[in-house]
Nanobody, 128 residues
Framework: QAQLAESGGGLVQAGGALRLVCTAS????????SGWFRQAPGKEREFVAAVTWSGGRQFYSDSVKGRFTISRDNAKNTVYLQMNSLKPEDTAVYYC?????????????????????WGQGTQVTVSS
């Protein structure tokens, strides 16, 4: 079971940028896809972005497409979420998750179930 740790959250003005970092440790030798989800107060956790093990394919929710970029560096066991043009509605706790790269994963990557391990989350607050 991997341990994931997020960092990089904070307070930023609307239109600003942040880069979130998710570092994994204790992972086995399987190929893992990774994703970012977020949860705003009073709302359910929602999918933000996902990336394949190779980094060659990325997936985004409609609400962040064109503003956020997910990437990874497997040599560093790290996944990034570059967030640009931030809006107040992006305010949430952001979680990274990862799951073994199977065909089922890519059928359900927008849902939480394919992700086996999660971090504790990092708070992102965007002021207007």
């Amino acid at each position: 079971q991997a341990q994931l740790a997020e960092s990089g959250g904070g307070l930023v003005q609307a239109g600003g940028a942040l880069r979130l970092v998710c570092t994994a440790s204790g992972r086995g030798f399987s190929r893992y896809a990774s994703g970012w989800f977020r949860q705003a107060p009073g709302k359910e956790r929602e999918f933000v972005a996902a990336v394949t093990w190779s980094g060659g394919r990325q997936f985004y929710s409609d609400s962040v497409k064109g503003r956020f970029t997910i990437s990874r560096d497997n040599a560093k066991n790290t996944v990034y979420l570059q967030m640009n043009s931030l809006k107040p509605e992006d305010t949430a706790v952001y979680y990274c998750g990862e799951g073994r790269e199977t065909s089922d994963f890519y059928s359900y990557y927008r849902r939480e179930e394919p992700y086996e391990d999660w971090g504790q989350g990092t708070q992102v607050t965007v002021s207007s």
